[in-house]
């Protein structure tokens, strides 16, 4: 089955400083991949996807670049702020009505 | 607009005791419907999802079942807590498993 895996576990960084994430996975069947957010004690929020038509996509300072020949993808964050500050966490899947796979997320640190 | 609610939003229960943690989604219909469970600095554990009323997939045996009586409620429950029930919970739901939206869970706790 899928395997996700996410690097690196923990990321700290200067405010101002970008800050990269990456994860890889296993089947290339998987055509979905999002990013979520966590902050302390609530649940992950979703800040950017893409699908595997597509090989960046941007949102203000986030972005996600999806290289489908090496299976793996990345988020980018520039001009880091404290309130990035958060577990990060990537995930894979086959499309339409099949599950998520989950990398087991980063926490990331900005420093001031 | 799309809300999900799922209370309450902290739990303290005796061993032994039983469970229900309940989601609703608002704004849609027939959505795809989860639980997760967090360990404390972990990631996220699939353990049910449904894709229609009376629909429950599990993902990871134990003692822990879900139903959903309604197209747009989900309820987690359990007979008999064990102290390895503790962690944090969470209700999401999707659109044919795109985008998820997470509740903003439940940190339940087992004494």
């Known amino acids: 089955g899928e395997n996700v895996e996410q690097h690196p576990s923990t990321l700290s960084v200067q405010e101002g400083d970008s800050a990269v994430i990456k994860c890889t996975y296993s089947d290339s069947a998987s055509n979905y991949f999002p990013w979520y957010k966590q902050e302390l004690g609530k649940g992950p929020q979703l800040i950017i996807d893409?699908?595997?038509n597509v090989g960046e996509k941007k949102d203000q300072r986030i972005a996600v670049t999806l290289n489908k020949t090496a299976k793996h993808f990345s988020l980018h964050i520039t001009e880091t702020q404290p309130e990035d500050s958060a577990v990060y966490f990537c995930?894979?899947?086959?499309?339409?009505?099949?599950?998520?796979?989950w990398g087991a997320g980063t926490k990331l640190i900005i420093k001031p | 607009s799309q809300t999900i609610h799922q209370w309450p939003a902290t739990l303290v229960q005796p061993v032994g005791s039983p469970l229900s943690l309940e989601c609703t989604v608002e704004g849609t219909s027939n959505p795809n419907l989860y639980w997760y469970r967090q360990a404390a600095g972990r990631g996220l554990q699939l353990l049910f999802y449904s894709v229609g009323i009376g629909q429950i997939s599990s993902e990871v045996p134990q003692n822990l079942s879900a139903s959903r009586p309604q197209d747009r409620q989900f309820i987690l429950s359990s007979k008999k807590l064990l102290l390895s029930d503790s962690g944090f919970y969470l209700c999401a739901w999707s659109v044919l498993g795109y985008g998820y939206t997470f509740g903003s869970g439940t940190r339940l706790t087992v004494v």
């Open positions: 995930a894979a899947s086959k499309g339409s009505n099949y599950q998520l796979i």
């Open positions: 893409i699908r595997s």
